[in-house]
């Protein structure tokens, strides 16, 4: 089992910046990609960006050059840099890993409003 624990979502106008946390627990050495994925309110849940273990990232067209995923294996954290946010980034914002299955953390809100 690997446990997820996000953090760092809020409320910040448009145009800042916020940075997400996620901390792995658990079964992490089977732990083989981690990534942040988002859900707004009557949408479904779709993949942001990715990290391997290696390092190699991966990210949805919507949020190339804004957002920046990096990962601190020494900790077991990953992260997501959001900057120049939009309105349209408000939603929900879950950590996943997966090893042999995929693992969740519980979410955290973002809102973007001025």
């Known amino acids: 089992q690997v446990q997820l624990v996000e953090s760092g979502g809020g409320l910040v106008q448009p145009g800042g910046s916020l940075r997400l946390s996620c901390a792995a627990s658990?079964?992490?050495?089977?732990?083989?990609?981690m990534g942040w994925y988002r859900q707004a309110p009557g949408k479904q849940r779709e993949l942001v960006a990715s990290?391997?273990?290696?390092?190699?990232?991966n990210y949805a067209d919507s949020w190339k050059g804004r957002f920046t995923i990096s990962r601190d294996n020494a900790n077991n954290t990953v992260y997501l840099q959001m900057n120049s946010l939009k309105p349209e980034d408000t939603a929900v914002y879950y950590c996943?890993?997966?090893?042999?299955?995929?693992?969740w953390g519980q979410g955290t809100q973002v809102t973007v409003s001025s």
């Open positions: 996943w890993s997966y090893s042999y299955r995929s693992f």
């Open positions: 658990g079964s992490i050495f089977s732990i083989n990609v």
């Open positions: 990290i391997t273990n290696g390092g190699r990232t």
